[in-house]
């Protein structure tokens, strides 16, 4: 006769420690994705629905002054080496004029992250072209908003998608 032992039996602990083991897994993993959820959650859009709701009209009205403005702003976005950019913005009125002296803002966003978002202090180098480096940027895709101001009133608002690469 061989000596071959029989199976120990499955008692009523080892069940339950199993059943401990499994479930500190499954809550455990739990407990470390919610954990990355929140830190990496981007925030919300807007702050308060109701102010931006209030806002609305206002924004409608700008928007249809800009359209009737009919001003034509072209940006350039151009690479560095050494991983910045640089966003150059030439703005012509409705005749094709250069425009001068407005005051412009340019914005890279993370679509999906706020905390990403990096502003291009932009100053005018020529009449009607506007120019800022941003020193480091990462790539990939971006919102480019741009704002252009005179006397502290809004005049250009655009937001496009960019990729960069």
Same mark, same amino acid.
């Given at each position: 006769?061989?000596?071959?032992?029989?199976?120990?039996? #499955?008692?009523?602990?080892?069940? %339950?420690?199993?059943? *401990?083991?499994?479930?500190?897994?499954? #809550?455990?993993?739990?407990?470390?994705?919610?954990?990355?959820? #929140?830190?990496?959650? /981007?925030?919300?859009?807007? $702050?308060?629905? &109701?102010?931006?709701? %209030?806002? &609305? =009209?206002?924004?409608?009205?700008?928007?249809?002054?800009?359209?009737?403005?009919?001003?034509?702003?072209?940006? +350039?976005? =151009?690479?560095?080496?050494?991983?910045?950019?640089?966003?150059? #913005? =030439?703005?012509?009125?409705?005749?094709?004029?250069? @425009?001068?002296?407005?005051?412009? +803002?340019?914005?890279? =966003?993370? /679509?999906? $992250?706020?905390?990403? $978002?990096? /502003?291009?202090?932009?100053?005018?180098?020529? *009449?009607? @072209? &506007?120019?800022?480096?941003?020193?480091? @940027?990462? /790539?990939?895709?971006? $919102?480019?908003? %741009?704002?252009?101001?005179?006397?502290?009133?809004?005049?250009?608002?655009?937001?496009?998608?960019?990729? %960069?690469?």
């Amino acid at each position: 006769m061989t000596g071959s032992q029989a199976p120990k039996p #499955i008692t009523g602990r080892k069940v %339950l420690a199993m059943l *401990i083991a499994f479930f500190g897994v499954v #809550i455990g993993v739990n407990l470390v994705m919610m954990r990355f959820a #929140i830190q990496t959650l /981007p925030g919300t859009e807007v $702050d308060s629905a &109701y102010s931006a709701s %209030l806002a &609305y =009209e206002k924004q409608i009205t700008a928007a249809r002054d800009q359209n009737a403005r009919n001003w034509k702003v072209d940006a +350039h976005v =151009e690479r560095s080496g050494q991983g910045g950019a640089t966003l150059q #913005i =030439e703005a012509r009125d409705s005749s094709g004029r250069p @425009i001068s002296g407005l005051k412009f +803002h340019g914005r890279f =966003e993370r /679509p999906t $992250d706020r905390r990403a $978002d990096l /502003p291009v202090p932009l100053a005018e180098v020529g *009449i009607g @072209i &506007y120019r800022g480096s941003a020193l480091a @940027i990462a /790539p990939g895709q971006w $919102d480019l908003v %741009l704002e252009g101001a005179s006397a502290g009133q809004r005049l250009f608002l655009s937001k496009n998608r960019v990729l %960069l690469n």
